[in-house]
């Protein structure tokens, strides 16, 4: 199974930018589609974008389409979020996920559909 570690969170500025990083080992990594998540306090987990196993598509979350931009370099065995323009709402643990079905063709932003997690990482916005 995909191991993944999120790291880049941080305290910013509202209007500032950040980037997440995920490290994933196992041989297969380039195999599954990845996605990044986010979980305020009280909150359910939200998707936030995807990416499939070729890089080729990607998807977003309304709240954050033309701010967050998703990409991933299989040769490092990374993913990676650029998350531009940030507001007080994007305030969460943001977290790392691997699809759980190999060589899956079409980005989904069901919970159910990724197996591996990473612990999460600390985003917060500030005014």
């Known amino acids: 199974q995909v191991q993944l570690v999120e790291s880049g969170g941080g305290l910013v500025q509202a209007g500032g930018s950040l980037r997440l990083s995920c490290a994933a080992s196992?041989?297969?990594?380039?195999?599954?589609?990845m996605a990044w998540f986010r979980q305020a306090p009280g909150k359910e987990r939200e998707f936030v974008s995807g990416i499939s196993w070729s890089g080729l598509s990607t998807y977003y979350a309304d709240s954050v389409k033309g701010r967050f931009a998703i990409s991933r370099d299989n040769a490092k065995n990374a993913v990676y979020l650029q998350m531009n323009s940030l507001k007080p709402e994007d305030t969460a643990v943001y977290y790392c996920a691997a699809d759980r079905s190999p060589l899956r063709v079409a980005v989904t932003s069901q919970t159910a559909a990724f197996g591996s997690w990473g612990q999460g990482t600390q985003v917060t916005v500030s005014s």
């Open positions: 196992g041989r297969t990594f380039s195999r599954y589609a």
